[in-house]
């Protein structure tokens, strides 16, 4: 099987992170989106891979021909220039796929948490879900009596499903689906001014294909701040970041979970809970939790909560001398 994976996109949300690096490498846990990603697939047995790239896509090429060269892959890239939508991004990688028996999409800036080998085994095409509170803001699945797909639209002003599309969809018909977006193209088919993948889906229902919903546990589509915040800390929550004893600082409290990457200098600090540090980076006198810092980065004197904090990075905090008498009050919040 072959697994389609766009990474084209700008990351507009994620900016100023978004300025330096494509969205797919930003960190969560304690390496990038896309390595999540890989690593979910490869686990599941899957070998052969097409990278859709645009913006800053050598970075991509780069990360993942390190990362990879010797897990004995078949890797591929396609450039997507213009980007008009996913169902675009996938048709400038048809060639690829046309003729394979089976394919497998997943959205480079999706981290999910599901049983991916049982997700793969499922003999008809199958569609991942998540049921969410505001199913507007996503593409939509429309299901009959026995969880079969009969339509889906992208972002619905008045949704009749609460089951939204979390970026993972494995077709047993690639050739009926490369004809159905082609369709989409040729008849200029635009849903919110792009070419959508759920109007390419809704062309293979109309010619009988038939697909089913596959629930997923966790779902993050780290195009946000707080998404990938979120993600940070779902994920530090495993038992591999629970264990203290594997960091060694100098009068430096460590909150699990964390995961701190290697060379990392830390003294005079409160480090944690959900907490990831990248490689290489200086941190005194300072209390971080709930945050992602990246690599190479130095913090001096800070307090943070909540934060990223992206890779080369120089944060001093302000340092004051204070002399304060009874009855004060002073807050720095605002």
């Not at 004893?245 to 990457?261: L, M, N, Q, T």
């Amino acid at each position: 099987m072959k697994a389609i994976i766009p990474v084209a996109g700008i990351g507009s949300k994620l900016r100023p992170h978004t300025h330096t690096q494509p969205k797919a490498l930003v960190p969560v846990a304690g390496k990038p989106i896309l390595a999540h990603i890989v690593d979910t697939l490869v686990d599941g047995g899957i070998r052969d891979f097409c990278f859709i790239i645009g913006y800053l896509g050598d970075k991509i090429v780069a990360f993942i021909e390190d990362r990879y060269h010797n897990n004995g892959l078949k890797v591929e890239f396609v450039v997507q220039e213009p980007r008009e939508g996913i169902a675009h991004a996938i048709w400038c990688a048809r060639e690829a796929i046309r003729d394979q028996q089976e394919i497998l999409i997943m959205l480079g800036d999706t981290i999910l948490t599901l049983d991916i080998e049982e997700f793969l085994k499922v003999p008809h095409s199958v569609l991942g879900t998540k049921k969410v509170d505001i199913p507007g803001n996503f593409g939509v699945v429309e299901i009959d009596s026995r969880d079969n797909v009969k339509r889906l639209v992208e972002k619905p002003k008045i949704p009749k499903s609460n089951l939204a599309l979390v970026g993972i969809y494995k077709l047993n018909n690639p050739k009926l689906f490369v004809e159905s977006i082609e369709k989409v193209i040729n008849e200029g088919i635009k849903t919110l001014g792009e070419y959508q993948l759920t109007d390419a889906l809704m062309e293979m229902l109309k010619h009988g294909d038939s697909m089913g919903i596959f629930p997923v546990n966790n779902w993050y589509d780290c195009g946000k701040k707080e998404s990938l915040l979120e993600a940070n800390a779902i994920l530090l929550s495993s038992d591999k970041f629970m264990n203290v004893e594997d960091y060694h600082y100098p009068d430096s409290v460590i909150i699990p979970p964390v995961s701190i990457a290697a060379n990392c200098q830390i003294q005079h600090a409160i480090i944690g809970p959900n907490v990831a540090i990248g490689e290489d980076t200086v941190i005194h006198n300072s209390i971080i939790e709930n945050s992602i810092i990246g690599s190479y980065t130095r913090l001096d004197v800070a307090v943070l909560n909540g934060s990223v904090i992206g890779s080369d990075t120089i944060l001093k905090g302000p340092s004051q001398s204070l002399n304060i008498g009874d009855n004060t009050e002073i807050n720095y919040s605002d």
